[in-house]
């Protein structure tokens, strides 16, 4: 299954370009560990991602890529959350919830996922702006690496976006990550259970790897 990614400028400064990229239904079917997200993401390596200009993939499985920005005014409303440096990696990890939920605020009307609804049953496809787990893990993953980029986080790094599930053992599923540097341990970093806006789930990736739910959690 090929799935055509199709760039559109939300701001007239922006050229946009057509990009083919493959995320095959191999991948979601195979044995490989990888999320389709870690593809998406080396598609868009040749185009710096910046609070000045980034990427926000929507429309299942990045069908859509939006480029858009952030004025000095909005960025320094995500840096406000890490103003007085967290005492402790725990203490980071809500801020960093916090704040992507700011950065999906104030992206959604840029980019048409306001509405955007919590998880993406079938049922959603038609829905103008809805994303998957593989746009949101795609997206989170951006966000965190732009904040990692401008020094906000102490405690963490950015770890490439997880994926569980091969239909057979459960239904594929994706998420961005952090790592703690102290304890090399990975956490999930997954805004797709909640609507737009909403601060994402941060869990030990281990028990996101065996099925965790916020309904379970």
């Known amino acids: 299954m090929r799935c055509k990614m199709k760039i559109i400028p939300n701001n007239k400064k922006y050229q946009g370009r057509s990009?083919?990229?493959?995320?095959?239904?191999?991948?979601?079917?195979?044995?490989?560990?990888?999320?389709?997200?870690?593809?998406?993401?080396?598609?868009?390596?040749?185009?710096?991602q910046s609070p000045d200009r980034f990427s926000v993939c929507k429309g299942y499985g990045c069908d859509e890529l939006v480029l858009t920005s952030f004025s000095s005014r909005e960025w320094a409303?995500?840096?406000?959350?890490?103003?007085?440096?967290?005492?402790?990696?725990?203490?980071?990890?809500?801020?960093?919830a916090e704040a992507v939920g700011e950065v999906e605020r104030l992206?959604?009307?840029k980019t048409g996922t306001d509405r955007d609804a919590p998880g993406a049953a079938i049922i959603n496809f038609s829905?103008?702006?809805?994303m998957d787990c593989i746009d949101e893990a795609f997206n989170t993953t951006l966000y965190l690496r732009m904040m990692a980029d401008a020094g906000l986080l102490r405690w963490h790094d950015v770890g490439e976006p997880a994926r569980r599930g091969y239909v057979v053992d459960g239904w594929p599923h994706n998420t961005a990550t952090v790592i703690d540097r102290d304890t090399g341990r990975g956490w999930a970093v997954d805004s797709w259970f909640h609507g737009n806006g909403v601060p994402p789930e941060i869990v030990p990736l281990k028990a996101w790897l065996d099925g965790w739910t916020p309904e379970e959690g």
């Open 19 to 48: 990009v083919a990229v493959v995320v095959g239904l191999a991948l979601l079917l195979s044995g490989c560990s990888g999320s389709p997200a870690q593809d998406l993401l080396k598609a868009v390596e040749d185009q710096p």
């Open 77 to 96: 409303r995500i840096e406000m959350f890490f103003d007085d440096p967290a005492p402790d990696a725990a203490s980071e990890r809500l801020r960093i």
């Open 107 to 109: 992206v959604g009307p």
């Open 127 to 130: 829905r103008h702006g809805q």
